[in-house]
T-cell receptor, first 116, second 112 residues
Framework: NAGVTQTPKFQVLKTGQSMTLQCAQD?????MYWYRQDPGMGLRLIYYSASEGTTDKGEVPNGYNVSRLNKREFSLRLESAAPSQTSVYFCASMRQTGTSNSYEQYFGPGTRLTVT | GENVEQHPSTLSVQEGDSAVIKCTYS??????FPWYKQELGKRPQLIID?????GEKKDQRIAVTLNKTAKHFSLHITETQPEDSAVYFCAPSGGGADGLTFGKGTHLIIQP
């Protein structure tokens, strides 16, 4: 089991360029998430997908789009990158069952993105 | 939305001493209270969580206590060791699939 994987690990973009961050999980989890982490800010939710076929905005969705390609894969797209989007991006997944006592989220290793 | 605050933002303790980190939240509908640990350069990982029908939970040297009336919960680490040095985040939630609202984190430093 690889768990949650993300590509790429590092990326440098120029302002205005676009790119897609890829995320995949092999744990058969229903829900998937994208967070960004900035120094002193904790992790903030960008978008999430509660189940295959659905996506919803989180706290900081502006400038991003997402696609839940299938149950395994959830991608994050920056259409026109801005310096304010320099951050570390984490993908996460959660099994989510109605009877579960835990809603543990499993995180990927992160993508460090710099926009110049 | 949920307003989450953690205190302190930095905590330095001597190895072997105890550490306590407090998390306050605003949404009275929150019923799931996890703590995540993030080592430098690594991903966050769940270390302990509690549901609102339980007041305390222990797992070896770590424990979480919940005061739902006052809307705060705390992480307790006893007999601290160098490997406890990390940033700790609380993330209270309603327990569904909506994603977590994280506190800004507490940097725990274990002094030898």
């Amino acid at each position: 089991n690889a768990g949650v994987t993300q590509t790429p690990k590092f990326q440098v973009l120029k302002t205005g360029q676009s790119m897609t961050l890829q995320c995949a999980q092999d744990m058969n989890h229903n829900s998937m998430y994208w967070y960004r982490q900035d120094p002193g800010m904790g992790l903030r939710l960008i978008y999430y997908s509660a189940s295959e076929g659905t996506t919803d905005k989180g706290e900081v969705p502006n400038g991003y789009n997402v696609s839940r390609l299938n149950k395994r894969e959830f991608s994050l797209r920056l259409e026109s990158a801005a310096p304010s989007q320099t951050s570390v991006y984490f993908c996460a997944s959660m099994r989510q069952t109605g009877t579960s006592n835990s809603y543990e989220q499993y995180f990927g290793p992160g993508t460090r993105l710099t926009v110049t | 939305g949920e307003n989450v605050e953690q205190h302190p933002s930095t905590l330095s303790v001597q190895e072997g001493d105890s550490a306590v980190i407090k998390c306050t939240y605003s949404d009275s509908a929150s019923n799931y209270f996890p703590w995540y640990k993030q080592e430098l350069g690594k991903r966050p990982q769940l270390i302990i969580d509690i549901r609102s029908n339980v007041g305390e939970k222990k797992d070896q040297r770590i424990a979480v206590t919940l005061n739902k009336t006052a809307k705060h919960f705390s992480l307790h680490i006893t007999e601290t060791q160098p490997e406890d040095s990390a940033v700790y985040f609380c993330a209270p939630s309603g327990g569904g699939a909506d994603g977590l609202t994280f506190g800004k984190g507490t940097h725990l430093i274990i002094q030898p």
